[in-house]
Nanobody, 126 residues
Framework: VQLVESGGGLVQAGGSLRLSCVAS????????IGWFRQAPGKEREGVSCISGSDGSTYYEDPVKGRFTISRDNIKNTVYLQMNSLQPEDTAVYYC????????????????????WGQGTQVTVSS
């Protein structure tokens, strides 16, 4: 099982990026994929999650209305379209897999996620 992220970069505030998470060794139909991020000096936090069974999507409040998670089962890839980026979105973004998306009080539960990718840096300049 392996996940590889790509698509990060430097963008001005208000700009957009699309991150990709390519999965190998399993099929997206069977597992959820979550996106997480970690800014310098801060703990890793959840961003979004898409379930494997029915494609249900979940977002944490800071990104609702700006980010969109989607998947392409043929390419075995999950995307994170990020619009209206702000400097506070600057972080290393990671994808990981779990059996389900578990959300408690609006927070994606990170504990069960595994097979973390290496991360991709997103930098938003003001």
């Amino acid at each position: 099982v392996q996940l590889v992220e790509s698509g990060g970069g430097l963008v001005q505030a208000g700009g957009s990026l699309r991150l990709s998470c390519v999965a190998s060794g399993f099929t997206l139909d069977d597992y959820a994929i979550g996106w997480f991020r970690q800014a310098p000096g801060k703990e890793r936090e959840g961003v979004s999650c898409i379930s494997g069974s029915d494609g249900s999507t979940y977002y944490e409040d800071p990104v609702k209305g700006r980010f969109t998670i989607s998947r392409d089962n043929i390419k075995n890839t999950v995307y994170l379209q990020m619009n209206s980026l702000q400097p506070e979105d600057t972080a290393v973004y990671y994808c990981a897999t779990d059996r389900w998306c578990t959300v408690v009080a609006g927070t994606i539960v990170m504990a069960g996620f595994n097979s973390w990718g290496q991360g991709t840096q997103v930098t938003v300049s003001s």
